[in-house]
C-alpha cells in the first residue's frame, strides 16, 4: 500500500511542470521552426511544379501534339456539323439567330453538364 | 499566429483534442496553443531525463516539431501532454545512445551526497529534480523515463537497447533512493517552484 501510494506521489511530482519565464518565447521559435519548414516545402513543391510544368510543355511541343490537335479538332466540328444537319430538321433550324448550328449544339452540351453538376450538388446536399 | 480576437479566445477555450484535430488540418494558431500549453512539461521532463537546458531545449523543439508532423496519429487515447513526452522521451534516448555516454549493464558512480542533507538536514525541504540529482545516471533516465515520459518496463528497455531485468533493478534502486529522500520534504513541496531557462 505504502509502495503504491508513493509511486502515485511520485507521478504527481512528475505531472508538475516547471515554470519556465521564457515560455512564450520558446513557443514562438517553434513557430518559426514550422514556419520555417512550411516556406521550405511550398518553394519545394512550387520549383517542382515548375520544373515538371516545363518538362511537360517542351514533351507536348517537340512530340507535335498540337498540330495532330488542330487536325483532331478540324475533324470533329466538320462531323458535329454533319450530324446536327441530320438531327435537326429543317423547319427548326433558326435561320435568323446570329449564331450556327455548332454553337447552338455547344450551348446545348454545356447546359446539360451544368444540370449534371447541379444535380450531383444536389444530391450531396441531401 | 496571427488572427482575430475571437479566433485566439476560441483557440485558448478548446480542448487538447479538438487543437490536435485542428492542428491535423494545418491550423498553426491550434498548435501553438498546444506548444504554449504543454511546453514546460516537456522541458521540464527533458531536464530530469538528464538534458542540461540547451540540449533540453532543443530536443522540446524537436519533439513538438516531429509532433506536428505526427499529428495525425493522435487519436485522443491518452493526453496529449503524454504523447508529446513520449516523443521528447524517445529523442532524448535516442541522443543519448548516440553519444554512448553510459552504459547501462555497467554501475555507474554514484553521486555524492550533498554536505547537509543526511539526517540532520531533515528538516531542509527538496524537491524531485534535487532527489533525481541523488541519483545515478542509469537509475535516473530509468526512472524518470518510466514515470515522466510514460513508458513501461519493457518499451524503457527497448528505447534503451538494455535487458529488461536491467531496467527494472534500475528503477527499483532509483525508487528506493527517491523514497527515502522524498520522505524528508513534504507532498506539496513542488508547488511555485521556479525554473530558469
Not at chain 1, 93 to 119: H, K, Q, T, Y
Not at chain 2, 8 to 20: F, G, Q, R, S
Not at chain 2, 38 to 60: E, I, K, T
Not at chain 2, 143 to 169: F, I, M, Q, R, W
Request: with cysteine.
Amino acid at each position: 500500500m505504502a509502495e503504491l501510494e508513493f509511486e502515485a506521489r511520485l507521478d504527481r511530482l512528475f505531472a508538475q511542470a516547471p515554470f519556465f519565464p521564457d515560455a512564450a518565447l520558446f513557443a514562438l521559435k517553434i513557430d518559426h521552426r514550422l514556419e520555417r519548414g512550411w516556406t521550405v516545402r511550398r518553394m519545394l513543391i512550387g520549383g517542382l511544379g515548375l520544373v515538371g510544368g516545363l518538362f511537360g510543355v517542351a514533351q507536348v511541343v517537340s512530340s507535335g501534339f498540337l498540330s495532330r490537335a488542330e487536325m483532331l479538332s478540324a475533324q470533329s466540328s466538320k462531323l458535329l456539323s454533319q450530324n446536327l444537319h441530320r438531327f435537326i430538321p429543317l423547319h427548326l433550324s433558326f435561320p435568323d439567330l446570329p449564331f450556327g448550328r455548332e454553337v447552338l449544339g455547344m450551348s446545348a452540351a454545356l447546359a446539360a453538364i451544368a444540370l449534371v453538376l447541379a444535380l450531383m450538388r444536389a444530391i450531396e446536399e441531401i | 499566429m496571427g488572427g482575430s480576437n475571437t479566433e485566439k479566445t476560441a483557440v485558448a477555450a478548446a480542448h487538447d483534442i479538438e487543437l490536435a484535430a485542428r492542428a491535423a488540418l494545418g491550423e498553426r494558431a491550434a498548435f501553438g496553443e498546444l506548444v504554449r500549453r504543454h511546453s514546460s512539461a516537456v522541458r521540464g521532463l527533458l531536464r530530469r531525463l538528464g538534458a542540461d537546458s540547451a540540449l533540453a531545449d532543443d530536443l522540446a523543439q524537436d519533439a513538438f516539431l516531429a509532433a506536428f508532423e505526427q499529428i495525425s496519429e493522435f487519436r485522443g487515447e491518452g493526453t496529449f501532454q503524454a504523447w508529446v513526452k513520449r516523443i521528447a522521451a524517445r529523442l532524448y534516448v535516442r541522443r543519448w545512445r548516440r553519444d554512448k555516454r553510459t552504459d547501462l549493464m555497467a554501475d555507474t558512480p554514484e553521486p555524492e551526497m550533498e554536505p547537509g542533507l543526511d539526517q540532520a538536514g531533515a528538516a531542509q525541504r527538496i524537491d524531485l529534480d534535487a532527489a533525481l540529482n541523488t541519483l545515478s545516471t542509469a537509475e535516473r533516465l530509468c526512472v524518470s523515463l518510466c514515470y515522466g515520459g510514460g513508458l513501461s518496463h519493457s518499451e524503457a528497455a527497448d528505447a534503451l537497447n538494455t535487458p529488461l531485468g536491467t531496467v527494472k533493478s534500475h528503477v527499483k534502486r532509483g525508487l528506493d533512493k527517491l523514497r527515502e529522500r522524498l520522505a524528508w520534504a513534504e507532498p506539496d513541496d513542488q508547488a511555485g517552484r521556479h525554473v530558469h531557462g
